[in-house]
């Protein structure tokens, strides 16, 4: 597969009068007459480069991983939970505990768009810091709960408060950030979900020591002190959490206007000051690759949720103790990390996303067919679980960083990201009942799911990519310009990536 590297695109737009002699928009400047560019703006603006990408750093990446940290933290820890005996304590029969697993995708699932469009309008430091301290709370409620209908109510009203976390952030730093420089700062976003499920791991297994403290099962503890430490930390997010570039109080006037400028040259005029309305939510789902990057993340997330939910008990079942399986959960976590961050910062230097997701995916492929494929050597399987685990938490950031920034400007951003996180999360239910305890010791069903479904995604992959091409072949060409054109005013205005001078990244 070739790479769309952005100065292939300069020589491309030269040759198209060639063919078609009306050429309407005025295409992007090549990669390099960007950075020329960029410089200048620089030295006009009195910016250093160096030292703003460090400021935004800081003020930006920290504050957002931290809080999805949290949210997937507080997510999943249901899974260290009923390693030690919840499903047990409040009596769940049968299929109850993946029942409460799936309800939470439900409000989840439909909240996702709802909650762009507020963030967009609360500010982000407002709404994501406000749903931290509800989900920390409904966390710590788990803590409580008697029966199994108090645990679904629990879980539905955590899917409600953490609707906004994923597809906010990920909005909001594409934001922020050209598309070159992007997937590092996904990547280690999204990887905070990696260290969430090491974390998870270890205060579990430092909170069995809590087991029958003030009457209360260990279990009990990790939601009780997971949720209050939520809770505590959303006061801090409120005054962290970085707003939209035109609004951040910590940047000088310069500082501001040399990053819009920048930020223009990547991706067009980001239509900050045209308000959001469900007339513009429509035209975004007119577009095929709105509905073909939804499907993608819902390929993903099958079988990374099936891990996420799931590794703790496929470990116990390796014949390790509670307390071992809480320590032996901790390792694939940590090399997903590593893994993940490892493509990312070749993925940016190479400026691309497919082949690299697209080998992510083989890797956990074959972590899925040792673990299919052998039920007896502990060592084989538990390594299984290390490249699925690499595998889908490296592929995942880069096909949502490659697809978000694919869309530009505000609405068409904010939008595809909301569905393609919405839509994508169905795909949790599929994996709360993909491993049942029917199944174990080898839960060969789940398994073969996460296969099948991870399979899908690189045929997914394949085909975004391949129609990408063809419309950036199509833009080229100059056979866009009519239809662009063809918009009102505002539609033109808040086009993105319709317009023909927008070229799509591999």
Request: proline letters at 3%; one cysteine or more; glycine letters at 8%.
């Amino acid at each position: 597969m070739s790479s769309n590297n952005i100065s292939e695109t300069g020589s491309s737009f030269e040759d198209r009068g060639k063919e078609e002699p009306t050429v309407l928009q005025t295409p992007l400047p090549t990669l390099e007459e960007q950075k020329a560019k960029i410089d200048q703006l620089a030295e006009d603006y009195g910016v250093n480069q160096k030292k703003l990408m460090l400021k935004l750093d800081l003020h930006i990446v920290p504050a957002i991983c931290l809080l999805y940290l949290l949210a997937f933290l507080d997510r999943v820890n249901i899974s260290n939970a009923s390693v030690y005996g919840m499903s047990e304590d409040i009596n769940l029969k049968g299929n109850q505990y993946n029942i409460a697993l799936t309800v939470f995708f439900v409000p989840y699932i439909l909240s996702e768009i709802p909650s762009n469009f507020l963030l967009k309008k609360l500010n982000p430091h407002v709404w994501l810091s406000g749903c931290m301290v509800l989900f920390g709370a409904v966390t710590l409620a788990q803590g409580f709960v008697k029966n199994f209908a108090g645990l679904v109510v629990c879980r539905v009203f955590l899917g409600m408060c953490e609707a906004g976390m994923f597809p906010g952030c990920f909005y909001l730093l594409s934001m922020w950030y050209r598309r070159e420089e992007a997937q590092r700062r996904y990547s280690f976003f999204f990887s905070s979900t990696c260290l969430a499920g090491g974390f998870s791991g270890l205060i579990a297994a430092g909170i069995w020591n809590l087991n029958g403290s003030r009457g209360l099962e260990g279990w009990r503890w990790i939601f009780i002190i997971e949720g209050a430490i939520t809770v505590l930390c959303s006061g801090l997010m409120f005054f962290c959490i970085s707003d939209f570039p035109e609004d951040a109080k910590y940047l000088s006037d310069n500082e501001r206007a040399f990053l819009k400028d920048k930020l223009a040259l990547d991706s067009g005029d980001s239509s900050h000051d045209v308000p959001l309305d469900a007339k513009s939510v429509g035209r975004v789902f007119k577009e095929w690759k709105v509905w073909v990057v939804g499907l993608m993340y819902f390929f993903y997330i099958v079988p990374s949720y099936g891990y996420a939910y799931f590794a703790a008990t496929i470990v116990k079942s390796l014949d390790y103790s509670p307390i071992q399986t809480q320590f032996h959960s901790v390792p694939p976590w940590v090399a997903a990390f590593g893994f993940s961050m490892g493509l990312a910062f070749i993925s940016d230097k190479t400026r691309h996303r497919a082949a690299y997701a697209i080998f992510s995916s083989l890797v956990a492929i074959a972590g899925f067919i040792m673990l299919l494929a052998n039920h007896t050597n502990i060592k084989v399987r538990y390594g299984g679980l290390f490249l699925i685990a690499c595998g889908l938490y490296s592929a995942m950031p880069l096909i949502i960083c490659w697809t978000s920034m694919n869309f530009a400007g505000h609405h068409r951003r904010s939008v595809g990201t909301g569905w393609q996180i919405g839509f994508g999360n169905i795909g949790g239910i599929i994996a709360t009942f993909s491993f049942l305890s029917t199944d174990s010791p080898y839960y060969t069903k789940g398994l073969a799911i996460g296969l099948a479904f991870t399979v899908c995604a690189i045929i997914t992959i394949i085909g975004y990519e391949l129609g990408i091409m063809y419309e950036n072949k199509q833009k080229r060409l100059g056979h866009m310009d009519e239809r662009y054109e063809k918009m009102s005013e505002v539609e033109k205005k808040v086009a993105g990536d319709l317009k023909p001078s927008f070229i799509y990244q591999y």
